[in-house]
């Protein structure tokens, strides 16, 4: 399907496990990224990238790894998940081209991750 | 840390009312955005205003920018159940290379509308 997916949708893990949060579009966007949700927060930005291997952190990227090897994904990596890390994770995407409105990011329908 | 703060936190109208947003930033920006999340969903991008313009409409949305006070609205007229949703606004800073670009997203407001 066209569009920006996620996986898994829901995912219950244990304090210390390593969890991978898969995103993938199809629109060949140069830009992604990964925000997480919470209550009392809004969204926070963990990390982008602005093409394939080039990524840099967000304003909460610790505890979070990320690769771009190819455009079309983005990976999620909890190395040691922490019950801090229990929240909603949504990936986005846009393409900076201008005339196209390229300022306007495309969400994924999210990823809840539950760490006990 | 937070760029927008929108306010109020929560609103609660009845169909047909209009709803009215506000959305107040700090730093200067190219642009200011609105996005909408239904429950339990992604959010949706719904308008974009570039820092020169000053008002923007897109069907029954309103948006306004006055930068001098670092401040935006957005105005849902006639709103119906399906608006019920909270609505975002996100900041974009000016462009100064590859790994520069981001939107900061306030904490939103959740609309009620009561059929």
């Known amino acids: 399907d066209a569009g920006i997916t996620q996986s898994p949708r829901y995912k219950i893990t244990e304090t210390g496990r390593q969890v991978t949060l898969m995103c993938h579009q199809t629109?060949?966007?140069?830009?992604m990224f990964w925000y997480r949700q919470d209550l009392g927060h809004g969204l926070r930005l963990i990390y982008y990238?602005?093409?394939?291997?080039?990524?840099d952190k967000g304003e909460v990227p610790d505890g979070y790894v990320v690769s771009r090897s190819k455009t079309e994904n983005f990976p999620l990596t909890l190395e040691s998940a922490t019950r801090s890390q229990t929240s909603v994770y949504f990936c986005?995407?846009?393409?900076?081209?201008?005339?196209?409105?390229?300022?306007?990011?495309?969400f994924g329908p999210g990823t809840r991750l539950l760490v006990l | 840390s937070q760029q927008g703060e929108e306010d109020p936190q929560a609103l609660s109208i009845q169909e047909g009312e209009n709803a009215t947003m506000n959305c107040s930033y700090k730093?200067?920006?190219?642009?200011l955005q609105w996005y909408r999340q239904n429950s339990g969903r992604g959010l949706v991008h719904l308008i974009l205003?570039?820092?020169?313009?000053r008002e923007k409409h897109s069907g029954r949305l309103r948006v306004t920018l006055d930068t001098s006070k670092k401040s935006s609205s957005l105005l849902i007229t006639a709103s119906r159940a399906a608006d019920t949703a909270s609505y975002f606004c996100?900041?974009?800073?000016?462009?100064?290379?590859?790994?520069?670009?981001?939107?900061?997203f306030g904490k939103g407001t959740k609309l009620s509308v009561i059929p």
């Open positions: 986005a995407s846009s393409d900076l081209g201008v005339l196209a409105g390229g300022e306007t990011q495309y």
């Open positions: 629109w060949s966007h140069s830009y």
């Open positions: 990238s602005a093409a394939a291997d080039i990524t």
């Open positions: 730093t200067s920006i190219n642009n």
């Open positions: 205003i570039r820092s020169n313009e």
């Open positions: 996100a900041t974009g800073g000016a462009y100064s290379g590859a790994g520069s670009y981001q939107l900061t």
